[in-house]
């Protein structure tokens, strides 16, 4: 094994917004830099930044930079770089922002004997841990049972790693609402777009493990899993007061139910156009909000939960 397979490496901000930051670069999945929240490291300042500018990812014992198509590049030692190996020592310049590829030092005299990693009941139980909102999980389950549409769900993949556990293993409908490369790269970290079946043991697992914490919101509609895709895909980038387009996380109950009230009759109708109600919990997980459109405003309903345990 070579010494930066052992120490790891990791990048270091040294000239930008968040100089003196550092993000470790993880053995399992891409480390995304750029401007979007969804980024592993994420810089919303750095308006030179691309949204998704760059990666850097393990492969067998290397670790490969790609830059992810973005505006204005990405310069390794000075040089623009579409894919390239790194080493200790070299400098990535994307944006405003300057990093170092910097080794992680480990203390081989000291280092504690790594843990076997855990079976998959152990990682099963990790991902059931219940969130804040847990004494009323089970009202909230039974609340969501009770919608006649159909119901999914779009969840956070970002929000808590037990997210990506629990959709894997799941294997009820999820797609990514990105598509293309950055879908590929983003699969695992972006806004999932889940069916919820009668009987899915995945709306108990969410609503048990996410309660409370904002992993995401549910929604029912009477159409095609990829229709209701497509239709939420119109909604990740919305223009702000200056004309520029941002990301508007709506699969956010945080937003999605500050937002509803006060939108106006044309985006109301264009966003509940595929959608029947949106459903989330309260400020105060002990309630359960759901709103529909009529009349070109926002109705919303609110029911108390029963708290158990």
């Known amino acids: 094994m070579s010494e930066d397979q052992e120490a ?34 994420s810089i919303t300042s750095d ?36 894919e390239v190996s790194l080493r200790d020592g070299d400098e990535i310049r994307a944006g405003g922002t300057v990093f170092a590829v910097v080794r992680r030092e480990v203390n081989r005299r000291y280092a504690p004997t790594q843990p076997a990693p855990p079976s998959r009941r152990a990682r099963r139980a990790a991902a059931l841990a219940l969130a804040t909102g847990a004494p009323f999980a089970a009202s909230a389950r039974a609340r969501l049972r ?27 409908q999820t797609a990514s609402l990105y598509t293309g490369f950055q879908g590929e790269i983003l699969a695992d970290v972006g806004p999932t777009l889940v069916h919820l079946p009668h009987g899915s043991r995945l709306l108990d697992a969410l609503v048990d493990g996410g309660w409370g914490d904002c992993w995401g919101v549910f929604l029912t509609s009477d159409r095609p899993f990829s ?70 405003k926002a109705l919303r309903e609110e029911s108390a939960l029963e708290r158990q345990g």
Do not use: W
């Open 146 to 172: 009770q919608e006649r549409s159909p119901l999914f769900a779009v969840v956070d993949a970002a929000r808590d790693p037990r997210i990506r556990l629990l959709l894997g293993e799941a294997g009820e």
């Open 227 to 296: 229709d209701v895709r497509k239709h939420l895909r119109r909604f990740l980038l919305v223009e702000n007061g200056t004309g520029k387009q941002q990301y508007f996380r709506f699969y956010d109950p945080r937003v999605l139910r500050g937002f509803l009230p006060t939108c106006g009759p044309r985006k109301l109708e264009a966003l509940f156009e595929e959608v029947e109600a949106f459903a989330m919990e309260a400020e105060d997980p002990g309630k359960l909000l759901r709103f529909t459109a009529r009349g070109g």
């Open 47 to 82: 308006g030179e930044l691309s949204a998704l500018h760059f990666s850097v990812e393990q492969i067998d014992g290397s670790y490969l930079l790609r830059d992810l198509g973005s505006r204005n590049g990405t310069q390794v030692n000075r040089e623009r770089a579409r």
């Open 8 to 41: 790891g490496l990791v990048l270091r901000v040294i000239s930008g917004p968040l100089a003196g930051q550092t993000a470790r670069i993880p053995g399992d999945r891409p480390l995304l830099v750029g401007r979007a929240p969804e980024s592993d490291l």
